[in-house]
């Protein structure tokens, strides 16, 4: 049963934009408003690494790779979680993927969505 699913991903050139939206359409609206979610990625032979995060208090953290062009937001109304991608860098190509963590669960992961930064 899947718990979370992600969006939005594709190839972009540099200095581009995308925006990922994670959904959690089976999940509880009040679960899903006390879930800490967050955006990790893996890059080609590379483990995977934090993005972002945010806390159901909306504590928000960043990878310092991203500080400043990335931005994580959660829509409880709607259990959506989305990253606003900007001025993407080659480097930042890398499989990514949503994480919702509920009190006292392991956390649940999606498939992933692939973003490609290339020219």
């Known amino acids: 049963q899947v718990q979370v699913a992600e969006s939005g991903g594709g190839l972009v050139q540099p200095g581009g934009s995308l925006r990922l939206s994670c959904a959690s359409p089976?999940?509880?609206?009040?679960?899903?408003?006390?879930?800490?979610m967050g955006w990790y990625r893996q890059a080609p032979g590379k483990e995977r690494e934090l993005v972002a995060n945010i806390t159901s208090r909306g504590i928000i953290n960043y990878a310092d790779s991203v500080k400043g062009r990335f931005t994580i937001s959660k829509q409880n109304n709607r259990k959506m979680l989305y990253l606003q991608m900007n001025n993407l860098r080659p480097e930042d190509t890398a499989v990514y993927y949503c994480?919702?963590?509920?009190?006292?669960?392991?956390?649940?992961w999606g498939q992933g969505t692939r973003v490609t930064v290339s020219s």
């Open positions: 089976r999940t509880i609206l009040s679960v899903f408003t006390s879930s800490d």
């Open positions: 994480t919702r963590k509920e009190t006292g669960a392991p956390a649940y």
